[in-house]
């Protein structure tokens, strides 16, 4: 089974701070990179869905996907509170497997 | 508004009896899944279903059942075979490859979920 590795966390930073999160993915077959972000009891909520080598931006949150090293990044800005929960990357292909990774444990401090 | 709805949100089974959980969506989503996840081990597939009346086991199916007879439902049962059946269950569901004029893969969008226990 391929495998898509994220650091469990938790991340701890200051309120206003730039946060970044990080996968790594091993099947290069698999050409489509999403991010989602799961609160306590809740369900993953899609944040960013992109296919291509480069940045997405969204608001505070921008992906960053380089295929020749296999990283994804999530990049947020001027993190909240709100943002504190579980961020889970995911690497999907043309058939309907996704792999999704463990998720990052992400704690914004007041 | 249109979304994936999950119930119940809290479930208890007793010994030897079987559970269904329940998934409807009103997103016009062809394909739907079932995912288990566990404290430290990410999501895992259970069964998923790309078009009504079929579907495929996932990684973990073993103790699992699932039945696809409309599009909007896809519930799923935990049998009495499966020995450890606590967990959090998650119900997700995107456009398949039957959705005309879709490009490419499409992202999976999820329930709220059902957190399963053991009396």
């Known amino acids: 089974q391929k495998e898509v590795e994220q650091d469990p966390g938790p991340l701890s930073v200051p309120e206003g701070a730039i946060v970044s999160l990080n996968c790594t993915y091993s099947?290069?077959?698999?050409?489509?990179f999403m991010w989602y972000r799961q609160y306590s009891r809740k369900g993953p909520e899609l944040l960013m869905y992109?296919?291509?080598?480069g940045n997405k931006e969204d608001g505070r949150f921008t992906a960053q996907v380089d295929k020749s090293s296999k990283y994804i990044s999530l990049f947020i800005r001027d993190s909240q509170p709100s943002d504190s929960a579980t961020y889970l990357c995911?690497?999907?292909?043309?058939?309907?497997?996704?792999?999704f990774g463990k998720g990052t444990r992400l704690h914004i401090l007041p | 508004d249109g979304g994936i709805t999950q119930s119940p949100k809290y479930l208890f089974r007793k010994e030897g009896q079987n559970v269904t959980l329940s998934c409807e969506q009103n997103?016009?989503?062809?394909?739907m899944y079932w995912y288990r996840q566990d404290p430290g081990q990410g999501l895992r597939l259970i069964y998923y279903?790309?078009?009504?009346?079929?579907?495929q086991k996932g990684d973990i199916a073993e103790g699992y059942s699932v039945s696809r007879e409309k599009k909007e439902s896809f519930p799923l049962t935990v049998t009495s075979a499966q020995k450890n059946p606590t967990a959090f269950y998650l119900c997700?569901?995107?456009?398949?490859?039957?959705?005309?004029?879709?490009?490419?893969?499409?992202?999976?969008?999820f329930g709220d979920g059902t957190r399963l226990s053991i009396l």
């Open positions: 099947n290069s077959a698999f050409q489509y």
């Open positions: 995911a690497n999907g292909g043309r058939d309907d497997k996704i792999i």
């Open positions: 279903s790309q078009i009504v009346n079929d579907f």
């Open positions: 997103l016009n989503h062809d394909a």
């Open positions: 997700a569901s995107r456009y398949g490859p039957q959705d005309r004029g879709r490009v490419g893969n499409q992202p999976q969008h």
């Open positions: 992109t296919y291509s080598s």
